[in-house]
């Protein structure tokens, strides 16, 4: 069983950057996903996440109207659509999966991915 997250990369304020989350090894559709980041000096922090069993997604208040979180099932693969990104959201991003209900918190996961460094500088 693995994540593999990838799509982190350099851009200014403003820009937009998909990141993408692909599981070996099991189903993505019968898990809940998250997507997680983690500034320097700061907690780890939920960005947003999705459940199929109750076709739920939540978002953290700081990334609700920028980021969306979607899945296609064909390619095993989450994906993390971030647009109008800020430097404020720099951080290593970090996708997991789990068997619970969706939520913001890192216990709801049992799979997580190695981190992929998104930077926003102008």
């Known amino acids: 069983v693995q994540l593999q997250a990838s799509g982190g990369g350099l851009v200014q304020p403003g820009d937009s950057l998909r990141l993408s989350c692909a599981g070996s090894?099991?189903?993505?559709?019968?898990?809940?996903v998250g997507w997680f980041r983690q500034a320097p000096g700061k907690e780890r922090e939920g960005v947003a996440c999705?459940?199929?069993?109750?076709?739920?997604?939540e978002y953290a208040d700081s990334v609700k109207g920028r980021f969306t979180i979607s899945r296609d099932g064909a390619k095993n693969t989450v994906f993390l659509q971030m647009n109008s990104l800020k430097p404020e959201d720099t951080a290593v991003y970090y996708c997991?999966?789990?068997?619970?209900?969706?939520?913001?918190?890192?216990?709801?996961?049992?799979?997580w991915g190695q981190g992929t460094q998104v930077t926003v500088s102008s």
């Open positions: 999705s459940s199929t069993k109750n076709s739920s997604t």
């Open positions: 090894g099991f189903t993505l559709d019968y898990y809940s």
């Open positions: 997991a999966a789990g068997v619970y209900l969706c939520g913001l918190v890192q216990h709801r996961y049992e799979y």
